[in-house]
């Protein structure tokens, strides 16, 4: 199993930068992908980006250029720098783990998600 856990969010103005972290309850080596999702109100859950355990990085179009995903290995702690934000990016974050089985099985665990608000 994982647990999750999230902060970092608050309220930005559009153009602001805010950074969210992760810390997971084991080491981030054993977890095959972690990555952040975001909901925002009337939506579907998106992926926003994540990291495989060999370091492969995975951006949503949107926020290519503006987001950054990277970890810490010895805090086993999952970041994601978020610059130049929009009122678009407005969403409750939440940080996710997959673990694959020998037989291929997916489980995801997930945290219990961060508020942004990119509001002037």
């Known amino acids: 199993q994982v647990q999750l856990v999230e902060s970092g969010g608050g309220l930005v103005q559009p153009g602001g930068s805010l950074r969210l972290s992760c810390a997971a309850s084991?080491?981030?080596?054993?977890?095959?992908?972690m990555g952040w999702y975001r909901q925002a109100p009337g939506k579907q859950r998106e992926l926003v980006a994540d990291?495989?355990?060999?370091?492969?990085?995975n951006y949503e179009d949107s926020v290519k250029g503006r987001f950054t995903i990277s970890r810490d290995i010895v805090k086993n702690t999952v970041y994601l720098q978020m610059n130049s934000l929009k009122a678009e990016d407005t969403a409750v974050y939440y940080c996710?783990?997959?673990?694959?089985?020998?037989?291929?099985?997916?489980?995801?665990?997930w945290g219990k998600g961060t508020l942004v608000t990119v509001s002037s």
């Open positions: 990291i495989t355990s060999g370091g492969s990085r």
């Open positions: 996710n783990a997959v673990l694959v089985s020998g037989s291929g099985g997916r489980i995801n665990y």
């Open positions: 084991r080491s981030i080596f054993s977890i095959n992908v």
